[in-house]
């Protein structure tokens, strides 16, 4: 993601500076996090850097904790060079690498070295498909997440049927075919699919009902463009653009949807959570502020184990299912996923991501 198009600066190491205050002379304990300098990298330290702030408040803490950044891009030799960086310096977890290009170049990298590698923001199918044992998704997965935004575009405007406009990238060309396939699932009828880059007004009626497949930026060029013909119909997107800065910059007038993390996730007090996360973002929670925190209370409940027993021992018992204060048990799959993850559906209006009820 362009820096440029984010309302406030993406400062990871400002909260890997307040973390290090707490230093007590204490083993040290140092967590990885690495991704580009975009909008959701914002939700990754600051719900991580929440969570280490939690830890390291309590009393009967073992460790003190280290938050080591690196930052990467979309290419794939950034991506490993990032994470060796991170192996080097001493990471002895890694959250993040928050794009399925980076999280897919990234975890071979830790799957060889035996670093836990904990993705809060990776919905690719393939992540947990590449047979490593050291992956654990804390975060939702694309085919539900195109299903939810049929059932969006379904609620909005029954009966009608839809439009898909995809970017020609992997995320774009992934999401949708999986968005395809959700609607033949369903006995739905896609009128018509169209690349973002070959759209033009004669492809929409002002009615329409679009779903989008691709990123952040496509997503702003789009709303640009049905701008400009007026368009009165409804565009679904999923959760790559439920960033905070997206409803400030986008055109105006527009009937926005986003499908993205349900914000009570597994009974987390929201409300509580949004007031302390603000004080380290200076903004609201979105996408993935959720859960980085929960990845990061994971690992911090269980550094021991890993300190002692190592990840393949870590790994399995979380499988088997976790509780972590004041929240609900978290389980996840023999894969690495995690399980009865919840969605959320959202209209973007007044500079905000209002649930709809």
């Keep these: 993601m362009n820096k440029k198009i984010v309302v406030k600066p993406v400062e990871p190491l400002e909260v890997a500076k307040r973390i290090l205050q707490h230093k007590t002379g204490r083993e040290v304990f140092r967590i990885g996090i690495s991704a580009n300098l975009g909008g959701h990298t914002r939700e990754l330290y600051s719900g991580l850097g929440l969570a280490v702030e939690e830890y390291l408040n309590k009393k009967e803490r073992e460790y003190d904790i280290e938050v080591l950044w690196e930052q990467s891009s979309f290419a794939h030799d950034s991506t490993t060079r990032a994470a060796n960086q991170l192996i080097n310096r001493g990471a002895e977890a890694v959250i993040g690498h928050l794009s399925a290009n980076q999280s897919l170049a990234a975890a071979t990298v830790y799957a060889d070295i035996g670093v836990p590698f904990f993705a809060p923001g990776t919905t690719h199918p393939e992540l947990t498909k590449l047979g490593y044992d050291n992956i654990l998704r804390v975060c939702g997965r694309d085919e539900d997440m195109a299903d939810e935004m049929i059932n969006l575009a ?3 405007a029954p009966g009608h049927t839809v439009k898909i406009i995809y970017q020609e990238n992997n995320y774009g060309k992934q999401l949708s075919t999986l968005l395809r396939k959700s609607l033949k699932e369903k006995g739905l009828h896609l009128e018509k699919e169209i690349v973002a880059n070959d759209l033009v007004s004669s492809d929409l009626t002002l009615d329409d009902t679009i779903l989008f497949a691709g990123t952040y930026e496509g997503a702003l060029l789009l709303t640009e463009k049905l701008k400009t ?3 009165q119909g409804r565009l679904i997107f999923g959760d790559d ?18 499908v993205s993390t349900k914000k009570e996730l597994y009974g987390l007090n929201y409300d509580k959570f949004s007031m302390k996360y603000r004080e380290i973002a200076s903004l609201d929670p979105a996408a993935y502020s959720v859960t980085s925190y929960l990845a990061a209370k994971i690992l911090l409940s269980n550094i021991s184990t890993l300190k002692k027993h190592g990840y393949k021992k ?5 499988k088997n299912g976790i509780l972590i204060e004041n929240l609900k048990e978290l389980s996840f799959s023999p894969n690495g996923d995690i399980l009865d993850f919840s969605w959320e559906k959202y209209k973007i209006r007044d500079g905000k991501f209002l649930k709809i009820e």
Excluded at 241 to 254: A, C, T, Y
């Design 241 to 258: 653009i439920f960033v905070v800065d997206f409803p400030f910059i986008v055109s105006e007038g527009l009937q926005l949807y986003t």
């Design 154 to 156: 379904q609620m909005l």
């Design 314 to 318: 870590l790994l399995n018992e979380l």
């Design 229 to 231: 013909i007026n368009f």
